[in-house]
């Protein structure tokens, strides 16, 4: 189970940290993915480390300004996000696979999302 929190509403320029906590005594031998989707939009993948933090890979727009890290003692993956554009409004997901990968349909796992609205 994957459980993600730490989204809310924010202006534009601000900072959000998002947190996913897994449970079920194998997400630190898993990678965890970051996903997210705005209405009318598909889904679009942000970030995701492997499971020792060891590798990333960020999406075009993430790179520079989101940074994606792991606790394994904790059962915690972050989504730190800075300069918060409107563009960067929607649900964001979390996601976890055995392989790290950057294609939604590579990550079996998702948490229920949550929402960051960024305001002008």
């Known amino acids: 189970q994957l459980v993600e929190s730490g989204g809310g509403l924010v202006q534009a320029g601000d900072s959000l940290k998002l947190s996913c906590v897994g449970s079920g005594g194998t997400f630190n031998t898993y990678a965890v993915g970051w996903f997210r989707q705005a209405p009318g939009k598909e889904r679009e993948f942000v970030a995701s480390?492997?499971?020792?933090?060891?590798?990333?890979y960020y999406g075009s727009f993430a790179q520079g300004r989101f940074i994606i890290s792991r606790v394994n003692a904790k059962n915690t993956a972050y989504l730190q996000m800075d300069s918060l554009t409107p563009e960067d409004t929607a649900v964001y997901y979390c996601?976890?696979?055995?392989?790290?990968?950057?294609?939604?349909?590579?990550?079996?796992?998702w948490g229920q999302g949550t929402q960051v609205t960024v305001s002008s």
């Open positions: 480390i492997s499971w020792s933090g060891a590798s990333t």
């Open positions: 996601t976890a696979s055995e392989t790290i990968g950057t294609m939604h349909f590579e990550f079996p796992y």
